[in-house]
């Protein structure tokens, strides 16, 4: 987290609540109202999902916190466990009713809209009891396909409040009753005669058994196409949980048992087949295969694995038959807690989230001062009832602030869920808003420039010795020793040339080499000061090596046998691949970039060159690298971090963003904002852009429904809006904000174009 952002309370306890009844952004502010109500509760209403997450003291029961929902006038259940099958088919329910009432909607409101013109245009085709027809043909529309928002708007009223299904229940209810009125009491030279068209065309304007069907029609097929949408939404944040294996064969006493995924026990032996999951997170222990991680780190070419090779649970194997030791299960394996992690992440609210939940808390209300007033002044001013009556249902339509309410939540969802599905965590919208404001990008260099492991990257044999023998003599002699150096150089002879002959008389000199007996023969390896201590010399060409490979951040050991210089081993942390290319994304961004080292300032700026990176910082310990943040802040700067996550904790939470590489299974537990599991330095822009493309369509979809709403109730109240197209345009609102946050699916990549890879000044 960032240093801006206060970390919970330890006392609390968290639940989460699963609601239900909410229609709009208004019920969900309510509940939130009432949630926090509660002493020692605090609460956050995510109406898209339908979920309330409260942080509560232990005197605050789940229990209590029902009952505070229902006397709210809503359902609430406490979620037990994330996948939510019930709330998937609760939901998948809703939207088949919303599907039903929106066919007899259309069917009859159809037919209705078109006999209604017709013979409002052309009276000589009127026909005995066309207007009964007319209002037999509404009023399954009116009282069974619009009952969902007459009964939310009753409930409301109820517990002495509103909604915006209080606006278009009062809207439809208004259009039928006025027109039942003109129909059974008006005379035949009123104009509000026959449905309001009196008996010529000039009334024409004024169709109110179709406006009460039609707004039906509309709102219902906007909140159906909403719903739905909403729900892939949802399916998008929620899609790791359905990566996750349901049962696993384990091997106990040599035989393979299929069991439930529950009864994995850390240090359970289970085998994957080819072309299954990986049921757990876990060591392989025998067996070699490709594994397809593509749904775990977003990297879409499969890694090769064998022993003692970490595998993450959820994963696909590929090829081969694998043993696999489980290390974490359940809660603790990677896939858990990063599906927990992007769930988490929708759950708290902008700021300017925020600011729109507590507009639409007292929106619906101001829209009902704002209704009747608009009636009251065209009575004033001389109008026709009908005109008044015309204007004022177009606002009550068009002014529901459902699209404000659906804003930021979609957004936030899509591309929290997006982001999982490349390995990206955001935990949160604060990463987001801090995003924006980020002009420079400080990586840490070892573990996240670099792999964090040294590698033998050349052998320079000096006299008659060859370089595998060289090499040979040397690893029998570090197969001895635990130092980095040591382990580069005997893997690359395991890997070259297999078994390696014992070693004989071992001794390490520490920070310096070692040296012990292979085969009879005296073997010495290690610094140029360690072979001057032996007098030993060292030619000037050796010398030069020397020098030449501390000049480009390398380190290198000569290898000496029976007191003779037989060759120079270059020994060097590299650069994790495509971490050039990472940097330069950065700067096309209009990022600035400083590496952050604890190495000197020659192998940083080595390091650095080779990257591309202008600025460094070496010499950097540990302790001192939250300190190098913040001098950056001092300065004016808005700073991101790009550590590993262990021992950058302090220097992640100190910056504006900090952006963890993740290693090993306790993702949840690192001092950032932005967790990075894709082990590939490119994603780093990946979530940069990624968070500015979620934030701007999260300000997109604000300035539409702002604009919308301030737009669109001065144009009805003015009587330039039919209630019709009123009704039309907030189901389309609606649809526009989800379907412009949908778009973040197709997120893939960084693709800044062509340009310069320089940062800016």
Same mark, same amino acid.
């Given at each position: 987290?960032?240093?801006?952002?206060?970390?919970?309370?330890?006392?609390?306890?968290?639940?989460?609540?699963?609601?239900?009844?909410?229609? !709009?952004?208004? !019920?969900?502010?309510?509940?939130?109202?009432?949630?926090? =109500?509660?002493?020692?509760?605090?609460?956050?209403?995510?109406?898209?999902?339908?979920?309330?997450?409260?942080? +509560?003291? @232990?005197?605050?029961?789940?229990?209590?916190?029902?009952?505070?929902?229902?006397?709210?006038?809503?359902?609430?259940?406490?979620?037990?466990?994330?996948?939510?099958?019930?709330?998937?088919?609760?939901? %998948?329910?809703?939207?088949?009713?919303?599907?039903?009432?929106?066919?007899?909607?259309?069917?009859?409101?159809?037919?209705?809209?078109?006999?209604?013109?017709?013979?409002?245009?052309?009276?000589?085709?009127?026909?005995?009891?066309?207007?009964?027809?007319?209002?037999?043909?509404?009023?399954?529309?009116?009282?069974?396909?619009?009952?969902?928002? +007459?009964?939310?708007?009753?409930?409301? *009223?109820?517990?002495?409040?509103?909604?915006?299904?209080?606006?278009? @229940?009062?809207?439809?209810?208004?259009?039928?009753?006025? &027109?039942?009125?003109?129909?059974?009491?008006?005379?035949?030279?009123?104009?509000?005669?026959?449905?309001?068209?009196?008996?010529?065309?000039?009334?024409?304007?004024?169709?109110?058994?179709?406006?009460?069907?039609? /707004?039906?029609?509309?709102?219902?097929?906007?909140?159906?196409?909403?719903?739905?949408?909403? +729900?892939?939404?949802?399916?998008?944040?929620?899609?790791?949980?359905?990566?996750?294996? =349901?049962?696993?064969?384990?091997?106990?006493?040599?035989?393979?048992?299929?069991?439930?995924?529950?009864?994995?026990? /850390?240090?359970?032996?289970?085998?994957?087949?080819?072309?299954?999951?990986?049921?757990?997170?876990?060591?392989?222990?025998?067996?070699?295969?490709?594994?397809?991680?593509?749904?775990?780190?977003?990297?879409?070419?499969?890694?090769?694995?064998?022993?003692?090779?970490?595998?993450?649970?959820?994963?696909?194997?590929?090829?081969?038959?694998?043993?696999?030791?489980?290390?974490?299960?359940?809660?603790?394996?990677?896939?858990?807690?990063?599906?927990?992690?992007?769930?988490?992440?929708?759950?708290? =609210?902008?700021?300017?989230?925020?600011?729109?939940?507590?507009?639409?808390?007292?929106?619906?209300?101001?829209?009902?001062?704002?209704?009747?007033?608009?009636?009251? @002044?065209?009575?004033?001013?001389?109008? %026709?009832?009908?005109?008044?009556?015309?204007?004022?249902?177009?606002?009550?339509?068009?002014?529901?602030?459902?699209?404000?309410? *659906?804003?930021?939540?979609?957004?936030?969802?899509?591309?929290?869920?997006?982001?999982?599905?490349?390995?990206?965590?955001?935990?949160?919208?604060?990463?987001?808003?801090?995003?924006?404001?980020?002009?420079?990008?400080?990586?840490? =260099?070892?573990?996240?420039?670099?792999?964090?492991?040294?590698?033998?990257?050349?052998?320079?044999?000096?006299?008659?010795?060859?370089?595998?023998?060289?090499?040979?003599?040397?690893?029998?002699?570090? &197969?001895?020793?635990?130092?980095?150096?040591?382990?580069?150089?005997?893997?690359?002879?395991?890997?070259?040339?297999?078994?390696?002959?014992?070693?004989?008389?071992?001794? %390490?000199?520490?920070?310096?080499?070692?040296?012990?007996?292979?085969?009879?023969?005296?073997?010495?390896?290690?610094?140029?000061?360690?072979?001057?201590?032996?007098?030993?010399?060292?030619?000037?060409?050796?010398?030069?090596?020397?020098?030449?490979?501390?000049?480009?951040?390398?380190?290198?050991?000569?290898?000496?046998?029976?007191?003779?210089?037989?060759?120079?081993?270059?020994?060097?942390?590299?650069?994790?691949?495509?971490?050039?290319?990472?940097?330069?994304?950065?700067?096309?961004?209009?990022?600035?970039?400083?590496?952050?080292?604890?190495?000197?300032?020659?192998?940083?700026?080595?390091? %650095?060159?080779?990257?591309?990176?202008?600025?460094?910082?070496?010499?950097?310990?540990?302790?001192?690298?939250?300190?190098?943040?913040?001098?950056?802040?001092?300065?004016?700067?808005?700073?991101?971090?790009?550590?590993?996550?262990?021992?950058?904790?302090?220097?992640?939470?100190?910056?504006?963003?900090?952006?963890?590489?993740?290693?090993?299974?306790?993702?949840?537990?690192?001092?950032?904002?932005?967790?990075?599991?894709?082990?590939?330095?490119?994603?780093?822009?990946?979530?940069? *852009?990624?968070?500015?493309?979620?934030?701007?369509?999260?300000?997109?979809?604000?300035?539409?429904?702002?604009?919308?709403?301030?737009?669109?109730?001065?144009?009805?109240?003015?009587?330039?809006?039919?209630?019709?197209?009123?009704?039309?345009?907030?189901?389309? @609102?609606?649809?526009?904000?989800?379907?412009?946050?949908?778009?973040?699916?197709?997120?893939? &990549?960084?693709?800044?174009?062509?340009?310069?890879?320089?940062?800016?000044?």
């Amino acid at each position: 987290m960032s240093a801006h952002t206060r970390p919970p309370d330890t006392a609390e306890q968290r639940v989460e609540l699963i609601l239900g009844g909410m229609t !709009c952004a208004a !019920c969900a502010a309510r509940v939130e109202r009432a949630l926090n =109500k509660v002493d020692g509760a605090r609460a956050s209403v995510n109406f898209a999902t339908e979920r309330a997450v409260v942080h +509560h003291t @232990s005197a605050v029961t789940p229990e209590g916190l029902l009952a505070v929902v229902e006397r709210a006038g809503y359902q609430a259940t406490v979620r037990q466990a994330p996948g939510d099958a019930e709330q998937r088919q609760s939901r %998948a329910r809703q939207i088949r009713e919303l599907r039903r009432r929106l066919a007899v909607a259309a069917l009859l409101a159809v037919p209705l809209g078109n006999i209604a013109i017709t013979l409002a245009l052309v009276p000589e085709l009127r026909f005995p009891y066309w207007e009964l027809l007319c209002l037999l043909l509404a009023t399954p529309v009116v009282f069974w396909s619009a009952a969902p928002f +007459h009964r939310a708007a009753l409930q409301a *009223l109820r517990h002495g409040s509103s909604t915006m299904d209080t606006l278009v @229940s009062l809207g439809v209810l208004a259009s039928y009753g006025w &027109s039942v009125f003109s129909l059974l009491l008006g005379g035949s030279a009123e104009p509000g005669y026959w449905l309001g068209f009196g008996t010529t065309a000039a009334g024409a304007d004024a169709v109110y058994l179709e406006v009460a069907a039609g /707004v039906t029609t509309f709102l219902l097929a906007g909140r159906y196409f909403e719903m739905r949408s909403r +729900h892939r939404a949802v399916d998008l944040l929620t899609a790791l949980d359905g990566l996750a294996a =349901k049962d696993v064969r384990v091997l106990r006493a040599g035989v393979e048992t299929v069991v439930p995924i529950g009864a994995l026990a /850390v240090g359970d032996l289970f085998i994957v087949r080819p072309g299954e999951k990986i049921a757990a997170d876990g060591r392989v222990e025998r067996g070699l295969s490709t594994v397809d991680t593509s749904a775990i780190t977003g990297e879409s070419v499969p890694a090769e694995v064998g022993p003692e090779t970490r595998v993450v649970g959820g994963t696909i194997n590929l090829s081969g038959r694998l043993v696999v030791q489980a290390t974490a299960v359940g809660a603790r394996s990677q896939l858990a807690q990063m599906s927990a992690l992007a769930e988490r992440a929708q759950a708290g =609210k902008a700021r300017i989230q925020r600011l729109a939940d507590r507009i639409c808390a007292i929106f619906v209300p101001v829209v009902l001062v704002i209704t009747a007033i608009t009636f009251a @002044s065209w009575l004033l001013t001389g109008h %026709a009832t009908t005109e008044a009556f015309r204007a004022a249902v177009s606002v009550l339509i068009i002014a529901c602030p459902c699209a404000l309410g *659906l804003a930021t939540p979609t957004a936030l969802m899509v591309g929290v869920g997006r982001g999982a599905q490349l390995g990206i965590l955001i935990k949160g919208p604060e990463a987001l808003e801090t995003s924006r404001r980020i002009d420079t990008v400080v990586l840490d =260099k070892t573990g996240t420039v670099t792999t964090g492991r040294m590698t033998l990257t050349e052998i320079v044999p000096v006299g008659s010795l060859p370089a595998d023998q060289v090499l040979r003599l040397a690893a029998a002699v570090e &197969s001895a020793s635990e130092h980095p150096i040591a382990a580069a150089v005997t893997a690359r002879a395991h890997a070259e040339l297999g078994d390696l002959p014992e070693v004989d008389r071992f001794t %390490a000199s520490p920070g310096l080499g070692a040296r012990g007996e292979v085969e009879g023969r005296a073997v010495l390896i290690g610094r140029a000061s360690l072979l001057a201590d032996e007098d030993i010399s060292i030619d000037a060409a050796i010398a030069e090596r020397l020098a030449d490979a501390q000049r480009t951040g390398a380190t290198a050991v000569v290898v000496a046998v029976d007191e003779i210089v037989v060759g120079l081993l270059v020994v060097r942390d590299e650069v994790r691949p495509g971490a050039r290319e990472a940097v330069a994304h950065l700067h096309r961004l209009g990022l600035r970039t400083l590496l952050l080292s604890g190495d000197t300032e020659i192998t940083a700026r080595a390091v %650095a060159d080779e990257v591309g990176i202008t600025e460094v910082s070496a010499g950097v310990l540990p302790a001192e690298k939250a300190a190098a943040v913040a001098e950056l802040q001092g300065a004016g700067r808005r700073v991101a971090m790009v550590g590993d996550g262990v021992n950058d904790a302090p220097a992640l939470a100190t910056a504006d963003l900090g952006l963890a590489m993740a290693r090993g299974t306790d993702i949840a537990l690192r001092s950032a904002d932005v967790i990075l599991v894709r082990d590939d330095l490119r994603v780093v822009a990946d979530a940069i *852009l990624l968070s500015h493309q979620t934030l701007r369509t999260i300000h997109g979809n604000l300035g539409w429904a702002f604009v919308y709403n301030l737009a669109g109730i001065p144009l009805a109240a003015f009587g330039l809006l039919n209630p019709l197209i009123a009704g039309a345009a907030m189901s389309l @609102s609606s649809l526009l904000v989800v379907s412009n946050s949908l778009r973040l699916r197709r997120f893939s &990549s960084v693709d800044v174009g062509p340009g310069s890879a320089e940062p800016r000044p």
